[in-house]
Structure formats: structure tokens, C-alpha cells
């Protein structure tokens, strides 16, 4: 009786009609749901990609600017400025008569300048190859499901 | 029932429509399918552009990692010629292409003709200069926005704009400058060589082509690939969703020389006083350091600007007839020097001896041919080193004839005279020896070789010969590269020793020799204080149709020191000099100075306060 009662209940045409709305506001929220989430991944993916193509900028810009710098360091520091300087301040060069030489105990002689170098690169390699970087999320979810798919193919 | 019949009605008109608007879709389709032209089609997934990452040329460092060629940021200046119809258009256009032409001082006739008509529009930007200075693009600029702002263009002051650059210059000159907000004019840096010593050891270094970017002489081009900066391009994008990492810029490798700066810019300015007080065309000196190779200052005249090699100012020096802009590496006549190498040859053989002695009668007969003696008078007895103190060109063609052809030809070609050194730098000459079993050889060539006549052999040359001697018999190669640098990890050749023409007791034999007959002779080339070996040399130069004559001479100089701990190994060659003919008194003192900075530079101390420091 109370089977039968609850089976009445639940097979009205008012309940019916109710859970084909909520199922269908359910299918809403959950669509909107994900589109949110579309929607907030790839904005995240367009600003990121962005900001890759502000960096590649960014480096020429850096590239350009570290060039001018040591151009003007260059220019600044060539042999004939420095040697107008030295006269101005009152220098000029020596001639072997003028030149004392003090045996100093313990003292290494001149040692040959070697320029800086760095043992390893400091550069640091990033792959970026991977297809995560590139595809949508739709794209992902269409792989996941091939994937899982896989094993059924062919049944 | 008319209520249905009206319902009807609606839902057969609303499907009308929708059919309607769906066979235009597919009609659309279709037409796109079958008429339009694929190709022309933009295809989103692929819609980007071509891209480069900026990548510089290597540097050149000298031994102390002073920069010698570096990098410059140029820019390409744009003017767009697109979408102009209106007669303020046109005016616009136009003026700008005459600021552009005065600005850059635009001298390319195609370009200055189409710049100098009345403009027509096209579908492209017109680039007005491909490499414009800061400087240039600054003032051009400054031109431009005053014309929008509609400020008169001739009445500002030149003192005031050119003080209003050099400070932006100053203050900014590293920022680089931005035409974005400039509609018709667009600027793109990129990068070119730049030389900051001007003409110090240009020679040397060789330039960079603008245009086409490859190396030009010297270091520049025998290095070219390696100091070559790979503009890596890719294809950039425009879809975010794509954006990939740049890849890094491929920057050149830099080289480091084994050359001083200072010392080079010292024995330059020696060269070029020399040079200019004695009326000669050219020069050169080589300092080595005879242990292992190293060049520590290689000097040549005349130079150029290398900023500007294209200037007419330039023209000659780097395009001459025989090519040369870099005479330690040309072939030459180089007479008497060579009478060490002769020497040396007799020594080691065993076919005279110090103390042998020669009756110097004036002259003497080989191959049919008279040698005589510089001064074309007889010397009475002499023994090898007056031979060579006194430079007698009887003496040592008859020393030649003592070794015989076969002998002699072999010792010069042990100390490597008519090859190639093996230098680093692009140009080097090979020289002329002759064999002694070609068909055109003659027995005279053996008395004339003697003594530095008919044959041909470059300074560099001469100086990898002369390392045998003061390095204890051991020659070594010479060697411009101290290292090259890329990517955090470096390479340092090795000293190379290419040979052992002759033993140890020659070589110190013949140094003594050689320092006796300087301190006998109180040469110029003595520098008081320190030890040294050397030998003048004088060659008549020869002129095709007029045949060898005394009055255009090459004068020679080389010499090394301390003997008995040699250090340094220098060699000096004055051409066609006018004050004198004779290298005693043209090339002696210029290898005198050279040594005076060379031991300063090298904190060589004078012998006796060396022995004094070995004890």
C-alpha cells in the first residue's frame, strides 16, 4: 500500500513535469558551470600567450638595450679618450730609465687576464613543446575521452 | 477552426523562413567551395607572422678583454606610402620625404628620385634609411613632430637641437627610441657592427658589410660563421592560444686576441711617425712573444676608419691593386734579414763556423751572374759574424754556395719561408720560393736568395722563421686567437711548435752573433740596458720594365731580446722610404722605440736588475 502510494506520488504528471525542469535547470547549472570555467581557463591561456608574446618583445627590447649600453661603455673607454684623459690629468707614459723595479719576497708576478667566463650556461631551458600549451580545454576534454575510449574501440 | 487554420499559417511561414535562411547558408557554402579561391582564404590556425630573435655578433676582445668590435643598434626608418589621395596627404608625404632626405643625407640616386617626385601612393612602406644612428632619428624625429605641430622647421636654432640631442643622447642614448605614435613614419632596431677603437688594429680586425652582414678581412672574415650571430626566425602566432616561447637568440661567439690594445696603439702611432718622417708608402711591425707564438701587437699602414670603410677616404687602402690591407701578411722582398736564415742554415750544417774566415773581394760570380756588395766595395778578411754585422752580400751568397742548392733550398723550407704561417687572419700571402728543381730556376737564385733577393716571403713569415733561432731551435706558429668564448664555455688553442730546423747550439750560436754584431756596429736599434739580437735589412725594390732599383728600397728590422731569456721577437718593415734607403737607419730606430714600450708593457726589466731578481 505504501509502495503503491509513494509509486502514485512520484509518477504524478505535477512531479514528472517537475523533474524534467529541475533535470533540465540541473543540465543548465552544470553547462554554465563549465562554461564559467571555459571561459576562465582560456582567458587564463589568452593572457598567458600574451604575456609569451610581450616576453619575445621584451627580450628584443632587452637584447637592443644591453647592445646600446655596452656600446656606450665601449666608446667611453677607448684608448684614445682614456689617453686624452691621462694627458689632461698630467700623465705620460714612462720610458724604460724612468722605471724602478723592487724585488718584492712572496709576490707572483703578472698574471695573464683571462676574461670571465662562466662554467655552465645560465640559461634556463623550458620545454614548452607540450601539447597542454597549446590546446583548448574542449580540446583536452576531447582527448581524455579518446583516451578513455581507446580500449572500447573495435568491440 | 480558424483559430488552427491562423496557427497553421504561422508555423508554416516561420519554417519558410528558417528553410529559407538555411539554403542560403548552404548556397553560400557552396559558392565558397566552387568559386572562391582557396588560397585566398585566411586560415585562422595559422594566421601569424614571421619573426626573428635578435641575435648579436660576436665580440672581439683584446688580451685584457678590451673591446675592439662590438655591436651597434641601428634603425630601419619607414615612411609609409599607403592610402594618401588628399592634397594635405600629399603635402604630408612629401615632407616628410624631404626631412627624411635631409636628415640622412640620402644619397642613393633611386631612392633620392623617388623621394624627390611628387609622391604616389602605393601599397608599401618606403624604407628611407636602413641603418639611421640614435642621433639621426632623434633629430629626424624631432623634425617630423614639429611639422605636426606645425612649428616652423628652419627657424629653430642647429647650436640649440644639437645640444638638445647630445643631452638626450647622454641621459637616454641607451633607451631606445620609439615611432609608434607616428602614423606614416615607423622605426625597427636591429643591430650592426660597431668598432669603438676607430682604426686601431683595423688591419687586423678587417669590417663587417652592412648590406649583406659577412665578415671582410682580417679576424672578421676567417672568423665569420663562428662570430656570426643567427638571427633564429620563427613563426610567431597571433592566436594566444598558440603563443609560443621565443626561441633564444643564437649569439656569435667571441673571440679574444692575444694582441695588448695599448701596445698596439703605441707601436701604431710609432709606425705612423716613422712613416710620415721618412717619406715611406707603408709599414709594419710584429711583436712576438717568441716562447709561444703570441702576437702582442701587429701594426700596419695605412689604416682605415673601419666604421666608415666604405668612405672614399678608405677606398684605396682597403681596395689597393695587390689587395692588401694588411702588410704583416703580404709578400715582400725582404733582403738582408733573410741573411740570418742563411746563416743559420751554413751554422747547422756545419759548412762554416764562427771564426771561419772569407777574403771579401767585392764581388762574386754565381750562375753566370756578379753579386756585389751593398756598397759595391771589397771588405778584405772577414769572419761570419763581421759577415753579418757588416752585411756583406759576397760573404753570405758565397755561404750559400758552401750548402749547395739542395741544402739551402731544404733549410728554407724547414723554417717555413714561401708558406703559409697559418695566421688566423683571411689574406695571408704564401709567398714565392722558388724550388730549386723547377725548370725556370737558375744556380744565381741561390746567391741572390742569400741575401734576401728574388724571393718572396711575408713578415709573418720571417717572424715564425726567427723564432727558431731565439727560441733555442724550437719554431713555434704564430697565433693572433688567445681564445675563443661562446655560450659560457671557452677554447684556448695550444702554443703550436712547428718544427726544429735547426739545433740548440745554432741558435744560441747565431743569437750571439747577432748581439755582437749589433753592440759592434752601435746600432739605433739599441735599446741600453737590455740584450738583443737582430738584423737590418735593406731590398731594392723592383719595377716591372725598369728592373731593380736603389732608390725604392724596402728596409727591414728584426730583432729580439733579452737573448739569453728572449721575451719578445719584433719585426719592423718600412716601405720605399724617402728620407733613406737603408733599413740601419730607417727600421732600426723604429724597432729601438718598439722595444722601449715592448718592456714597459711586459714589465721586462733591464738585464741587470734581472739577474739580480733570479738570484
Not at chain 1, 102 to 124: I, N, R, Y
Not at chain 2, 185 to 195: A, K
Request: glycine residues 6%; charged residues 20%; contains cysteine.
Amino acid at each position: 500500500m505504501t509502495e503503491s502510494l509513494i509509486q502514485a506520488y512520484s509518477n504524478s504528471p505535477r512531479r514528472q513535469k517537475l523533474q524534467i525542469i529541475g533535470g533540465i535547470f540541473m543540465a543548465i547549472v552544470i553547462a554554465a558551470v563549465m562554461l564559467v570555467l571555459y571561459l576562465i581557463i582560456s582567458s587564463r591561456v589568452v593572457f598567458m600567450g600574451r604575456q609569451l608574446q610581450q616576453a619575445k618583445s621584451d627580450i628584443d627590447q632587452l637584447v637592443y638595450l644591453s647592445v646600446n649600453y655596452q656600446n656606450k661603455i665601449d666608446r667611453l673607454s677607448r684608448f684614445e679618450l682614456m689617453e686624452k684623459r691621462a694627458v689632461e690629468l698630467g700623465f705620460r707614459p714612462p720610458y724604460p730609465g724612468e722605471v724602478f723595479y723592487v724585488p718584492v719576497a712572496g709576490l707572483e708576478t703578472k698574471q695573464e687576464v683571462v676574461v670571465v667566463f662562466q662554467e655552465e650556461s645560465s640559461s634556463t631551458i623550458i620545454n614548452v613543446d607540450l601539447p597542454t600549451y597549446h590546446q583548448s580545454l574542449i580540446e583536452w576534454v576531447g582527448d581524455q575521452i579518446r583516451i578513455v575510449l581507446r580500449p572500447f574501440r573495435g568491440l | 477552426m480558424n483559430d488552427k487554420i491562423t496557427y497553421n499559417w504561422r508555423y508554416i511561414s516561420i519554417a519558410v523562413t528558417f528553410t529559407l535562411f538555411g539554403l542560403a547558408i548552404i548556397a553560400q557554402m557552396l559558392r565558397i567551395q566552387l568559386t572562391v579561391n582557396s588560397s585566398e582564404l585566411p586560415v585562422p590556425v595559422l594566421l601569424g607572422q614571421w619573426e626573428k630573435a635578435a641575435s648579436r655578433r660576436g665580440l672581439i676582445l683584446d688580451r685584457n678583454g678590451h673591446v675592439l668590435a662590438g655591436n651597434q643598434t641601428v634603425y630601419a626608418v619607414d615612411i609609409n606610402f599607403e592610402d594618401f589621395n588628399q592634397p594635405g596627404e600629399i603635402e604630408e608625404v612629401k615632407t616628410l620625404a624631404d626631412l627624411a632626405i635631409e636628415t640622412f643625407e640620402i644619397r642613393n640616386h633611386y631612392l633620392l628620385g623617388f623621394l624627390q617626385q611628387e609622391p604616389k601612393p602605393l601599397e608599401k612602406n618606403i624604407t628611407v634609411e636602413n641603418f639611421a644612428s640614435q642621433a639621426d632619428l632623434i633629430r629626424f624625429l624631432d623634425l617630423v613632430e614639429r611639422y605636426y605641430a606645425g612649428l616652423p622647421l628652419v627657424d629653430f636654432g642647429e647650436e640649440n637641437l644639437e645640444e638638445e640631442i647630445e643631452a638626450a643622447l647622454v641621459d637616454e642614448s641607451t633607451d631606445l627610441v620609439d615611432c609608434s605614435h607616428l602614423v606614416r613614419v615607423s622605426c625597427t632596431p636591429h643591430l650592426i657592427r660597431s668598432y669603438p677603437e676607430g682604426d686601431l688594429a683595423s688591419n687586423i680586425i678587417g669590417f663587417v658589410m652592412r648590406d649583406t652582414n659577412e665578415g671582410q678581412l682580417g679576424i672578421e672574415e676567417k672568423f665569420d660563421s663562428t662570430l656570426f650571430g643567427n638571427d633564429r626566425t620563427w613563426w610567431a602566432f597571433w592566436d594566444p592560444h598558440k603563443a609560443d616561447l621565443a626561441p633564444d637568440p643564437d649569439h656569435g661567439a667571441n673571440i679574444v686576441l692575444t694582441i695588448d690594445s695599448v701596445l698596439q696603439a703605441d707601436v701604431e702611432n710609432i709606425l705612423d711617425e716613422s712613416i710620415k718622417k721618412t717619406g715611406a708608402v707603408a709599414g709594419t711591425v710584429i711583436v712576438m712573444n717568441p716562447r709561444n707564438g703570441e702576437i702582442l701587437a701587429m701594426a700596419s699602414s695605412p689604416r682605415a676608419d673601419i666604421n666608415f670603410y666604405w668612405d672614399e677616404e678608405y677606398y684605396d687602402i682597403i681596395n689597393n691593386h695587390e689587395n692588401v690591407f694588411n702588410y704583416a701578411i703580404k709578400s715582400y722582398e725582404p733582403g738582408s734579414v733573410v741573411k740570418v736564415l742563411t746563416m743559420a742554415a751554413a751554422l747547422d750544417a756545419g759548412v762554416v763556423e764562427t771564426d771561419t774566415e772569407f777574403i771579401d773581394e767585392g764581388k762574386i760570380e754565381i750562375g753566370g751572374v756578379t753579386i756585389k756588395n751593398w756598397n759595391e766595395r771589397a771588405w778584405g778578411p772577414q769572419n761570419m759574424t763581421s759577415c753579418l754585422q757588416n752585411s756583406l752580400n759576397v760573404c753570405l751568397a758565397w755561404v750559400a754556395t758552401q750548402l749547395e742548392s739542395e741544402q739551402f733550398y731544404n733549410y728554407f723550407q724547414d723554417f717555413g719561408l714561401g708558406q703559409m704561417t697559418g695566421i688566423e687572419l683571411s689574406g695571408e700571402a704564401p709567398g714565392l720560393v722558388k724550388s730549386y728543381w723547377s725548370p725556370d730556376y737558375t744556380r744565381s737564385e741561390l746567391g741572390t736568395n742569400a741575401f734576401g733577393q728574388g724571393i718572396e716571403i711575408t713578415p709573418i713569415q720571417m717572424v715564425k722563421a726567427i723564432s727558431a733561432i731565439a727560441n733555442g731551435g724550437e719554431m713555434v706558429a704564430p697565433r693572433i686567437i688567445h681564445s675563443v668564448v661562446d655560450d659560457g664555455y671557452s677554447y684556448t688553442p695550444p702554443k703550436t711548435v712547428v718544427g726544429h730546423p735547426i739545433s740548440a747550439e745554432t741558435a744560441e750560436t747565431l743569437t750571439e752573433m747577432l748581439r755582437q754584431s749589433l753592440q759592434n756596429e752601435t746600432s739605433l736599434a739599441l735599446v741600453p740596458g737590455y740584450s738583443l739580437a737582430g738584423k737590418t735589412g735593406t731590398a731594392e725594390i723592383y719595377i716591372s720594365g725598369l728592373g731593380y732599383k736603389s732608390s725604392a728600397t724596402n728596409t727591414s728590422f728584426i730583432g729580439w731580446g733579452p737573448t739569453d731569456d728572449p721575451q719578445f721577437l719584433v719585426y719592423v718593415w718600412i716601405s720605399k722610404p724617402s728620407a733613406s734607403i737603408w733599413g740601419s737607419e730607417i727600421a732600426a730606430p723604429v724597432f729601438r722605440k718598439v722595444v722601449e714600450k715592448v718592456v714597459i708593457h711586459q714589465g721586462i726589466p733591464p738585464d741587470a736588475v734581472r739577474m739580480t731578481l733570479q738570484e
